[in-house]
């Protein structure tokens, strides 16, 4: 069973930092797309990054300059950068990554983690 393990979240006042992880056993971090998504209470879910297997990188205009998606190889993790976080950033974070195999593409969940800002 894939499992995509996410950390980081938390508390942070307006204009700090967090750094989230997106890790996994099962699945090459290096060679499938991955995104970042998030969903505010009552809200829909959004995608915030996304990091293409070649390593090119998509944001949502509303984090542009503020946010940067990055992987490393080795840990094999991908991960958010959140600088200058704003109080309408609080939401649930997921990690997400699509696998092809064939004709067929795999989508893969992480549990979340609760990013919080506010003083």
């Known amino acids: 069973q894939v499992q995509l393990v996410e950390s980081g979240g938390g508390l942070v006042q307006p204009g700090g930092s967090l750094r989230l992880s997106c890790t996994t056993s099962r699945i090459n971090l290096r060679t499938n797309p991955a995104n970042w998504y998030r969903q505010a209470p009552g809200k829909q879910r959004e995608l915030v990054a996304a990091?293409?297997?070649?390593?090119?990188?998509n944001y949502a205009d509303s984090v542009k300059g503020r946010f940067s998606i990055s992987r490393d190889n080795a840990e094999n993790t991908v991960y958010l950068q959140m600088n200058s976080l704003k109080p309408e950033d609080t939401a649930v974070y997921y990690c997400n990554v699509k696998v092809q195999v064939g004709n067929l593409e795999y989508e893969y969940w992480g549990q979340g983690t609760q990013v919080t800002v506010s003083s």
């Open positions: 990091i293409a297997s070649g390593g090119s990188t």
